[in-house]
């Protein structure tokens, strides 16, 4: 069987849409459009991270008449930026639920997505904390196929990725590919050698998805990662909890937060 299982859904129209969900609850009094101001996004997936930026910066919640934001997690908008840039966390991990949170805050009107993740280093050279800007994935995910056919390459957009960058300045360790996978506990050996040798830097789980997302709904998408875990033949190490990882994340934050409200 191809994957997609019907390979013209290409040109179909969607049935479901983010617009017409936003549209649901704005009929049910749970949206106000004419209320929302958000033109940028930052989406971290640690939660630790997240809950130290919460404490550290102190961001209003985004909501309604007390009525948080329908969409999956927690927003927040940043500090200064009279809420045309928020922070989105608490809504797990992976390519579908990214997409889920893309695809609502573009129909809201988010025109900038910058991602922050972590991921597995897969070339030797690699450390613990170092940042990598990515410039394109690997498509082994299912959300991607659902937007691009699976022999469309992916890439951020390039000048949103290129403040990134200069937003990051010194503490950029390198540029290339991710691989983007589904399915964690299946990452093998013989995938590891495969994407190593052909310059993958590293596996994570949002990349390919979000780029494909936003390159179809016309939004701007740049990301970065930092090395958490490093993996070989001869096994995984975690390294999460380092501290070159959690001062690689904060670092990330801040620059994605410079590279959004310098335009605001």
């Known amino acids: 069987m191809s994957f997609p299982s019907v390979t013209s859904k290409y040109h179909s129209k969607e049935i479901i849409s983010a617009e017409a ?21 930052i989406l971290v997936y640690d939660r630790r991270l997240y809950t130290q930026l919460l404490e550290t910066f102190d961001p209003e919640e985004v909501g309604f008449e007390n009525v948080r934001f329908g969409g999956p997690g927690s927003y927040h908008a940043l500090p200064d930026t009279d809420g045309r840039v928020i922070l989105v966390g608490n809504f797990g991990i992976g390519a579908p639920v990214a997409a889920v949170v893309a695809e609502t805050l573009i129909a809201c009107g988010v025109r900038e997505i910058i991602s922050l993740g972590t991921a597995g280093g897969l070339q030797a050279e690699l450390s613990p ?18 937007y691009l056919k699976p022999d469309v390459s992916v890439a ?23 691989w983007t996978t589904d399915a964690p506990f299946r990452e093998t050996i013989i995938e590891l050698e ?24 016309g939004a701007a998408f740049a990301t970065s990662v930092c090395i958490s875990d490093i993996l070989s033949e001869e096994g995984w190490k ?15 934050f801040k620059a994605a937060m410079a590279t959004l409200v310098q335009t605001k």
């Not at 949103?160 to 540029?175: D, H």
Request: aromatic share 4%; proline share 1%; net charge negative.
């Open 194 to 217: 495969t994407h190593r040798d052909a310059g993958i830097l590293a596996v994570e789980m949002e990349a390919a998805a979000l780029m494909a997302v936003c390159e179809v709904r």
């Open 21 to 41: 969900v936003i549209r649901d609850w704005e009929d049910s009094g749970l949206f106000d459009r004419a209320s929302w101001k958000a033109e940028s996004a």
């Open 238 to 252: 975690a390294l999460f909890s380092e501290t070159e990882v959690r001062e690689a994340l904060m670092t990330m």
């Open 129 to 146: 904390g170092e940042i990598i800007s990515v410039h394109g994935a690997v498509r082994d995910d299912g959300t991607s196929q659902h």
């Open 156 to 178: 951020p957009h390039d000048a949103l990725t290129s403040r990134l960058e200069a937003a990051l300045g010194n503490a950029l360790s390198t540029q290339g590919s991710v």
